[in-house]
């Protein structure tokens, strides 16, 4: 694991353990195929609360900026 997968590993800790496991094999999973913006797009999601991303993971909302919407479809479709 290198030093950029270790921090947004850490990031995907949360408040909540059902959330946190869908962060964490969706890193498990996608990691590796991640480009660049997807990385970053990644890293803004986890700016979010976790009550924010619960409503975008598991309740049907969508955020705003694009990218993140992006990233969002791809966890999903990876994991849920």
């Known amino acids: 694991m290198n030093a950029a997968e270790a921090r947004i ?8 353990r059902e959330l946190e496991l869908l962060l964490e ?3 498990d999973r996608a990691w590796a195929g991640l480009t660049g913006s997807e ?7 986890l700016e ?22 992006g990233i969002v479809a791809k966890i999903r479709r990876a994991v849920c």
């Open 25 to 27: 094999e969706f890193l």
């Open 48 to 69: 979010y609360s976790d009550r924010q991303l619960q409503g975008y993971l598991f309740g049907g909302e969508e955020p705003a900026q694009r990218e993140v919407a």
């Open 9 to 16: 590993r850490w990031r995907c800790r949360r408040g909540t």
């Open 39 to 45: 990385r970053v797009a990644l890293e803004r999601l």
